[in-house]
């Protein structure tokens, strides 16, 4: 009796997932528009997109309508336990007025924030480190009202890179100028929950925006579809040989009519 | 008495061509001349559309408002199934190809189909959702070559809002699409992020060269970008 032919093992879960999604340069990234904390007032918006390969990170952060001539300090935000969202106006309410601080409700801190979208996890910063360690690294934050960088250097924890990779991590962009003077100051704000050495309107938040997976792996820039031969002038042999042919047929009309005159 | 002035005088009369040959030789020469440079000029492809939508990047200004907000799925929906597409059909620019699947190059941009059987058909990024996956489908194509002139995506630049893209996939389903913008970009300056970033119901990307030709560089210096979204049937 014939021996049954042995059934080909069925491709595993992670095999047809790798075939569904061609293993791309990055582990994969996240995105996210950054739109004004509620609340605190700002006029501007941005976006944001993290990228991952392993635990390198690398992003793009861009906004606009902040603070001219300011720091504003940026981080990856997140938190286990946290909504891994952006806050609402209530929680504007929720902590005492700090030292200096005449209308605490009318200021959304980023302590208040902090149950909406957790802890400091990376320091967006120019350059240098990025720990939680440099969150208020002034001198290595981009400068407003308009700001647009990008690193790929920053190194993560492997925690950290799969806490970006999942879609819930939050980025806040600070530094909110509520009395328009124009500067970072005490003003009706006081000092900052952060560090009582500076002013509320340095470190309150100010754009913030959750950081969802990507729906594509991101190709890098545009796309080289087209080598030009639709572009300038084609045929010219055609065109150069028939103009000769023109030439010649004009000639030696010209030429009988010459001799037809002359005769 | 002779005939002609010049060096003919030399030529025997009787191996003279009469005048009933010059004047047909006149006007062989005239009528193949003309219709050379007839052909020549009128046989001339015209560069490929640039859209009338608008050739300026746009500032990060304006990217917030323009698109739709990052999808956050709820755990109860439950995702399209991915079914890769198979053809394409856009009716206002008379376009209809198979679509085959490109990735991305070692460097992370966007593989080209190559030159062969596959260069002039269109082809679909196969690191993006399929159609009618959320998020937007990316599908490529050539707008011209220098052996066979105008391409699959030579007439991209000339859609408009309204027109549709009709997309077969493997099943054998039809996904329409929508347009709903038009744009070129400089490749030197992409908006990675308007162009591929996340969207909150399932789009199309359609993405081809255009602007100036760079012969330098063997580029043209723009990609042209066709927006659209799903519509129900």
């Known amino acids: 009796m014939k021996r049954a032919a042995v059934a080909a093992p069925a491709l595993s879960l992670a095999a047809m997932l790798a075939l569904a999604s061609p293993a791309a340069a990055a582990d994969g990234s996240a995105q996210g528009d950054l739109a004004p904390v509620p609340v605190n007032g700002v006029e501007g918006s941005g976006e944001g997109m993290l990228t991952v390969e392993g635990t390198t990170l690398s992003f793009t952060l861009a906004a606009q309508g902040l603070l001219a001539d300011a720091p504003h300090a940026a981080h990856i935000h997140y938190a286990e336990e946290s909504m891994n969202t952006c806050p609402t106006a209530d929680a504007a309410t929720t902590a005492e007025a700090l030292e200096g601080e005449t209308n605490p409700d009318e200021h959304l801190t980023t302590t208040e924030g902090a149950p909406f979208y957790g802890g400091i996890v990376v320091s967006l910063t120019t350059s240098g480190d990025t720990s939680p360690d440099s969150g208020l690294a002034v001198d290595r934050f981009a400068t407003g009202p308009d700001i647009e960088y990008m690193r790929g250097d920053v190194e993560v924890s492997e925690e950290v890179a799969a806490d970006i990779l999942s879609g819930e991590t939050v980025v806040v962009v600070h530094g909110v100028d509520y009395d328009s003077d124009g500067a970072y100051s005490m003003g009706e704000r006081g000092v900052s929950d952060l560090d009582p050495a500076l002013p509320g309107e340095a470190t309150d938040p100010a754009l913030c925006g959750v950081m969802a997976a990507s729906q594509m792996s991101m190709p890098e820039g545009g796309v080289d579809t087209g080598d030009g031969a639709t572009s300038g002038i084609e045929n010219i042999g055609l065109i150069g040989a028939g103009g000769i042919a023109l030439l010649g047929g004009a000639a030696l009309i010209a030429r009988r009519r010459l001799a037809a005159d002359n005769s | ?233």
């Open chain 2, 1 to 233: 008495m002779p005939d002609d002035a010049g060096p003919e005088e030399r030529t025997p009369r009787a191996l003279r061509p009469g005048r009933k040959v010059v004047a047909a030789v006149a006007a062989l020469l005239l009528l193949g001349g003309g219709t050379a440079v007839a052909v020549g000029l009128l046989d001339q492809d015209a560069a490929p559309t640039s859209p009338t939508a608008g050739a300026s990047a746009p500032s990060p200004s304006t990217t917030a408002g323009a698109l739709p907000a990052p999808e956050t799925t709820t755990p109860s929906e439950a995702p399209e199934p991915r079914i890769p597409p198979t053809e394409l059909s856009i009716p206002a620019i008379d376009v209809q190809s198979a679509v085959t699947r490109v990735g991305l190059n070692p460097d992370g941009t966007l593989e080209v189909p190559q030159p062969g059987p596959d260069y002039d058909k269109a082809a679909w990024y196969e690191g993006s959702p399929a159609p009618g996956q959320t998020g937007p489908t990316v599908i490529e194509g050539h707008v011209d070559s220098a052996e066979n002139g105008p391409s699959v995506f030579y007439d991209l630049g000339e859609l408009a809002a309204g027109d549709t893209v009709d997309i077969t996939r493997e099943d054998g389903s039809v996904v329409t699409f929508e347009v709903y913008d038009v744009q070129a970009f400089p490749k030197d300056e992409f908006p990675t992020l308007d162009v591929y970033g996340n969207t909150e119901g399932p789009e199309l990307r359609l993405i081809t060269c255009g602007g100036e030709f760079n012969s330098d560089s063997g580029h043209y210096v723009n990609n042209t970008v066709v927006f659209a979204r799903q519509v129900q049937a």
